[in-house]
């Protein structure tokens, strides 16, 4: 049993055992660099009076017991922006945790924020009383409590654990960090990072005033029907606002570059932390997506100079082979204000002559990951029996307090649940009917395979995800099996939508959860 406990009790335990943990760390191991320089430059921003620590280096934790804490720091993103942000254990992103596959996994969770928080292990299939959303799978863990969070580390891959507690807050400030799960048999490669990309205000007061149109408290109210005469067209929410785009909590030169050799075989891990798309382009060398949010592809082909797509809460594996010396960028193209900051310098050692030019606003093709890889029969077909068929018709209107986002017309918690069975094949259509807003949806606690874009079966390798993007007027249908008891999740990540309506939840009838909500504690805030 996973018990909630008091931090004061355990500070010292905890203390110590950060110690034997981080002893198993590594501040800059070679190969699993997490790019993370501090910069320790003052600037004129006002944030810098503020009494906080600098965030430190992202650290590399391997084992199988860990501790993380979550606390206060400044964030040095650039030579100019020094802000306020959450962080585990002191950086942004938090420690990245390496376990091998098969391991039985321990996370000591030690909350120092002003205020309750949780983490959620995203894409990853861990018992439901281990998922990390309060109200429904657990309580807030309360300022100066600790929590357990444990689990068998049975699919390999690239993921992410975060805040869902009010985690359109609190991942916008910087509460995320990855976790890495090696598998038993891994193809080695010379190089492995690991880039998180997201987005930050340089004035979070001014973002906050602006955001506040968009009213993320009405849930339940999403009835939008005395909203018939309004021009849906224009309707949208404004993200223009974050105007600094980060890899690893850094901009532009702050970012550390990648160093590499002539003839090695590296591997990049992209992780979107952030609320919106990126388009990531390679320069100079061909590239394979090798796995997507997590799950391998089948016979990836070489892919030069198109742009890969990252969605919110989506992660691509690439990997290319290093035999282009000099010094070339992997950036972001695009031409919002923080767009140029999104890249990172891939350095041959021994060559710092700049041999490459940027070229973000170069027009150049998406790479269609519905006809990438090798085409064959994935766990489902479109046209096999399904126990349970659901359609999620994911919209944009005006509640009584400001913008919502609706599943079927209903904002969470009134959102009609996917109600399955364990064992159940379930067919779910996606179909983005908002005028102007992507939605990355994600399913908790399961994979999903994806059988057709737009009503044409995907003509690459099986698509397994857990985090689907849909772009307005797309539809989509999805498969999985109900193999994991529980409750969960299914929300956009754009974390401002689905704090604003967009969630409905899984729920297997036959699951009796220990966990009972007390529908009086105000403290819980799934979104």
């Keep these: 049993m996973k018990k909630l406990l008091v931090g004061t009790i355990l500070a010292g335990v905890v203390a110590i055992g950060a110690a034997c943990s981080n002893s198993t760390s590594h501040s800059s191991m070679q190969g699993h660099d997490m790019s993370n320089m501090n910069i320790e430059k003052e600037n004129t921003t006002k944030y810098s009076s503020k009494q906080l620590p600098l965030a430190t280096k992202t650290k590399v934790l391997s084992g199988k017991e860990f501790y993380l804490t979550a606390k206060e720091a400044l964030l040095q ?29 321990i996370i000591h969770f030690k909350n120092d924020l002003p205020e309750p928080t949780t983490i959620h292990w995203h894409g990853y299939p861990v ?3 281990q998922d990390g959303v309060p109200g429904v799978t657990m309580n807030a863990i309360k300022p100066g ?50 880039l998180v990309l997201d987005e930050w205000m340089s004035n979070p007061d001014e973002g906050n005033m602006h955001m506040s149109g968009m009213d993320h408290s009405n849930m339940g109210h999403g009835n939008s029907s005395n909203n018939q005469h309004m021009d849906m067209s224009s309707m949208g929410h404004d993200m223009s606002m974050y105007d600094i785009f980060t890899i690893n909590g850094k901009s532009g030169s702050a970012v550390k570059p990648l160093k590499v050799k002539k003839g090695e075989k590296v591997r990049l891990r992209l992780v979107n ?34 742009l890969l797509n990252i969605a919110p809460g989506e992660r691509y594996d690439i990997e290319f082979i290093t035999n282009n010396p000099g010094e070339w960028l992997l950036e972001c193209h695009g031409d919002m204000e923080g767009t140029d900051g999104m890249k990172v310098k ?30 064959e029969l994935g766990p489902f077909t479109l046209d096999q029996k399904y126990d349970v068929e659901y359609t999620m018709d994911l919209g944009t209107a005006m509640g009584k307090d400001g913008m919502i986002f609706t599943i ?18 379930v067919k779910v259509k996606l179909v983005n009917n908002s005028p102007k807003d992507l939605h990355p949806m994600h399913l908790h606690g399961h994979f999903f395979q994806v059988l057709s874009k737009n009503g044409k079966p ?32 299914f929300h956009c990540h754009d974390l401002h939508h689905a704090s604003a ?26 979104e």
């Design 501 to 526: 309506g967009m969630v409905t939840e899984v729920k297997y009838k036959d699951y009796k959860s220990d966990y009972t909500p007390n529908p009086n504690d105000t403290t819980n805030k799934p």
């Design 346 to 375: 891939i350095q041959y050692e021994s060559q710092t002559n700049n041999t490459d030019k940027e070229n973000a606003k170069k027009d150049l093709p998406i790479v269609d990951m519905t006809k990438y890889g090798k085409h």
């Design 273 to 306: 932390a952030g609320y919106m798309s990126h388009k990531l382009h390679l320069h100079g060398h061909e590239f394979k997506i090798v796995a997507t949010d997590g799950q391998p592809l089948k016979d990836p082909q070489p892919i030069k100079d198109e």
């Design 408 to 425: 079927n017309g209903k904002t969470y918690p009134e959102t009609a649940p996917v109600n399955v069975k364990k064992g159940d094949l």
């Design 145 to 194: 409590e600790t929590f357990t969070y444990e689990f068998t580390a049975t699919v390999p891959g690239t993921y992410w654990y975060h805040s869902h507690q009010e985690s359109a807050k609190q991942v916008d400030k910087g509460l995320y960090g990855t976790l890495i799960v090696e598998p038993k048999n891994e193809e080695k490669v010379d190089r492995d990072y690991t």
């Design 77 to 105: 993103i650039n030579d100019k922006v020094k802000l306020p942000v959450y962080t585990y254990n002191g950086s942004v992103p938090g420690p990245q945790i390496r376990v091998k596959q098969g391991d039985r996994v």
């Design 127 to 129: 018992p439901n009383s």
């Design 458 to 489: 995907i003509t690459g390798s099986p698509l397994i995800k857990d985090t689907l993007n849909l772009k307005p007027g797309e539809e989509y249908v999805v498969a999985f099996k109900a193999d994991n008891p529980g409750n969960w999740m």
